[in-house]
């Protein structure tokens, strides 16, 4: 059983058309350079293609992750670099603000000693921690760590 928990949100819709008004002027621009009009022209194509290729790469950059959860494992789909991650293997889920899963970001698991940031998804820490505590059948922090259930030496 697979079940879509969260997804990464999409890019603004004016990112798309700041690179498609981008484009035409950067044919614009390139049309009257070889017409005759060398000096603004220049600048202007020079100017626009950088703006293109900024808008294009943020574009790019911000591609779509889906965080997905089986019984075994927690997936995180997208192009480049996806993640598995043992069911087994996670320690403890919290949100950058200890205690405070309202008050966070991002959600942060505990995997076998390392802390694996998950990006911003369009479901809240608040909802997106105990669930994941549920799943895993683990509190807020690994349990060799001081306070996880555990009295520390005074």
């Known amino acids: ?17 700041l690179a498609a ?21 220049v600048v202007m194509v020079v100017s626009v293609a950088v703006a293109l290729a900024a808008a294009t790469a943020a574009l790019v950059a911000s591609r779509r992750a889906t965080l997905v959860l089986t019984p075994d ?9 996806p993640l598995t991650i043992a069911r087994q293997d996670v320690r403890g889920v919290r949100g950058d603000v200890p205690g405070r899963p309202s008050w966070s970001e991002v959600v ?6 390392r802390e694996v940031r998950l990006p911003v998804l369009d479901a809240r820490p608040a909802t997106l921690v105990p669930r994941l505590q549920r799943w895993a059948d683990v509190g807020e922090r ?3 760590e001081p306070g996880a259930g555990e009295a520390t030496p005074a």
Do not use: C, I, K, S
Not at 1 to 17: C, F, I, K, S
């Open 1 to 17: 059983m697979r079940e879509v928990v969260a997804r990464t949100p999409p890019p603004p819709r004016w990112l798309g058309v």
């Open 21 to 41: 008004v981008q484009l035409v002027n950067l044919v614009y621009w390139t049309v009257r350079l070889f017409g005759g009009e060398r000096d603004a022209a």
């Open 73 to 81: 494992h927690l997936l995180l789909e997208r192009r480049r670099h």
């Open 108 to 113: 942060l698991l505990d995997v076998g000693g």
């Open 142 to 144: 690994a349990a060799h």
